[in-house]
Every structure is written in C-alpha cells, then in structure tokens.
C-alpha cells in the first residue's frame, strides 16, 4: 500500500474518532456498579490512538505500548469485578465497529489489506495481554484468598486446641475421681449391681475426651513410643466394644496374620481403631439387619495393611471427600473430629488412613510402617 493511502486512512478515521467511540459505547456491556465505568471511552480511545498512530511503527515497537494499556486496563477490570467474557465483549466490538467504518469508504478491500492486518494484529495482542494479566490477577486474589482460609482454619484448630486442653483436663479431674472410686466399690463389695455398666460407660466418657485432648500438644509430654502386638490391641479393642457389639448383633470377623508389632502410642492406636470400629456399630445398628464387620491384618513388604470393613450404607463421594475433615459429621450430636483425630494419629505414627466406600461395603485401610 502506498504512503499516500496510508494517511488517506489514517486521517479518515482520525476524522470519525468520536463518531466511531460514541457507536462503540452504545454497544458495549457496562456494568452500573463499576467504578471505573467513566473511564471506559477513555481507555477505547487510547486503544484507538495507538493502532492509529502504529502504522508508522514496527511490530516489535507497537507490541510494546499495546502491553503496557492492556495490562493496566487489566488490572481495572479486576478491581471492577467485571466478567472476562463482558470484557473480550467489548473489545470485539471495538474491532467491528472499526471494520465497519473502514468498509464504509470506496477504497478496495483488497487495498484495505494491510490495514485490517494491522489492526487485527493490534486487538489481537491487547487481548492476549489484558486476558493474561487479568488472569494472573485473579490466580492472585484466589490465592490470597485461599491463604486466609488455611490460616483462620489453622487458628481455629490452635484455639480448639487450647481450649480442650484447658477445659477437658479440667473434666478429666474429677472423672478420674469417680472411676477411682467405682473400683474401691468393687473391691469393698462386689455384689453391687451395675458398676460394671458404670466403669463401662466411664470408659466410653474417658475415650471421648481423649479425642479433645489429642488436639493438644500437651497430650504428648512424657509419653514413650513402644512395641506392642496389633493383634493384642484389637483383641482389647473388641473386648471394650462388647457390649455396643451385642446390643447390635453385629458379627465381627477377624483375620489377622500372627505376631504383627507396631512401634508406636498403643492408647492412640487403640483410640484409633475404637472410634472405626464403633462408629461402624453405630451406622450397622440403624441399617442392616444382618451387620457384619470384618476386620484383616497382613504384612506388606515395608508396612502392615489393616483394612476395617462393615456392610453398611454406601458414603455419598461428596461426603467421602471430606470425611476426615474436622467438623464434618453426619450425627446430630457428633463433633466431627473422631476421624479427624484418627488420621491425624496414623500420620503422626508415619502411615495413612484412608476410606472407599461401594453398594456392598465400605473399607477404612490403615497402612502403617513394620516396626
């Protein structure tokens, strides 16, 4: 094209500027609440300044002042709270209605050519540098966002934490006192009914502060890692669970290999696998009339597999998700930290504890490191 042309066109559409800017407006998506709404005709009409004036510019040298307005206007339209999808709206409106007037004089298109490349190359970089930046923006904002999520999370936790151990030790006291003397009234006369039932339920009572108080680092001054037989402990476990397994009918199957050993906090491990177990007692009893738990133990290369099974109801995957996040419950009366608490354990304990949940059954596998 030659040079004559060049300004032909250049001056034309110098000449319809606001002509041009005032259709472009009265198409464009504007938003009642953006802040930055008067500045809109102002930001099309640098955009328009600089693809006119960029013939007389290379690539490389326009490519440079198109960056700098589209990334600036980017940061505009992130603080309006403006949908991208509007925003590359506007843009291409902004394009048509400059084709649109280019084609409304007699030049050829075939002499229009190079000017329509030149502009198409000017929108098409302002809106690959404006979309990127505005979303890195917004990766900003989710991340800030996110950040402050985590840290109130973890506060809340510190602050539960504190909490339980200044009031349960406080509960704990004078529990202790009561089972201390519920065995005094055993030894004195053991014909007295129902201090078995009593001792039992005190258990029970003891197990659940336990939870509370393992969100407490307190919870762990002076206390020693040691050997001790999974199979034993599960034995234990099942013993304590008795009466809730009898009231319930349900069948326990147990397959364990032999002399399993697991170096670690037995009370915790033992915690572990009760509150697993009961709540699967607890889910049996309203569901199933023929509740089975099935409870197997085997050794892997490195590490023992302890899988803990009950044909109850399947768990929705929304539900499954978040399982053993705190808080998250389906009782009406429950906390929602026992799982919570239970995986917290096998992580402190090097292993893993995770729940699949089908139609037949659903499997809590509890992988640990061999002593």
């Not at 009031?167 to 006192?177: D, G, K, Q, V, W």
């Not at 009339?289 to 133990?297: A, F, K, L, M, T």
């Not at 768990?315 to 608490?341: A, C, S």
Request: aromatic share 10%; glycine share 4%; with cysteine.
């Amino acid at each position: 094209m030659g040079a004559n042309m060049n300004e032909r066109l250049i001056d034309f559409l110098a000449g319809c500027k606001e002509e041009l800017l005032d259709k472009w407006e009265r198409q464009i998506l504007v938003s009642p609440i953006d802040p930055y709404k008067d500045k809109i005709k102002e930001n099309g009409a640098g955009m328009f300044e600089i693809f006119l004036h960029g013939f007389y510019k290379n690539n490389d040298e326009l490519e440079k002042y198109i960056k700098d307005i589209a990334q600036s206007i980017a940061v505009e339209r992130v603080n309006a709270k403006i949908n991208i999808g509007d925003f590359v709206y506007n843009v291409n409106v902004g394009r048509s209605t400059v084709f649109e007037f280019l084609l409304s004089t007699d030049l050829d298109k075939t002499e229009l050519q190079h000017f329509i490349q030149k502009i198409n190359f000017c929108f098409d970089k302002f809106l690959y540098y404006a979309v990127s930046r505005y979303t890195e923006e917004k990766n900003k904002i989710i991340e800030e966002k996110t950040h402050f999520i985590d840290s109130t999370h973890k506060d809340r936790l510190t602050l539960l934490g504190q909490m339980t151990s200044s009031f349960i030790h406080e509960f704990r006291n004078p529990l202790t006192s009561v089972q201390g003397f519920i065995q005094l009234l055993k030894s004195e006369d053991p014909s007295i009914k129902y201090l078995d039932i009593i001792s039992n339920e005190l258990e029970q009572l003891n197990f659940r502060i336990s939870q509370f108080l393992l969100l407490s680092k307190k919870e762990l001054i002076g206390k020693e890692k040691v050997i001790f037989s999974l199979n034993e402990l599960i034995d234990e476990v099942l013993i304590f669970l008795y009466p809730s397994i009898l009231d319930c009918k349900v069948k326990v199957l147990k397959n364990i290999v032999d002399n399993i050993e697991i170096i670690g906090y037995a009370d915790e491990i033992r915690q572990v696998l009760i509150n697993i177990i009961f709540n699967a007692i607890d889910v049996l009893s309203q569901y199933r009339n023929d509740p089975i738990i099935e409870i197997s133990g085997t050794i892997q290369e490195k590490s023992i597999s302890l899988k803990i099974s009950n044909n109850g109801p399947v768990i929705p995957n929304d539900l499954l998700q978040t399982i053993f996040e705190p808080f998250v419950t389906t009782k009406t009366l429950g906390t929602g930290l026992g799982l919570f608490v239970c995986r917290e354990i096998i992580k402190k304990h090097k292993g893993t504890l995770t729940c699949e949940s089908t139609e037949e059954k659903t499997i809590f596998n509890i992988v640990l490191p061999l002593s």
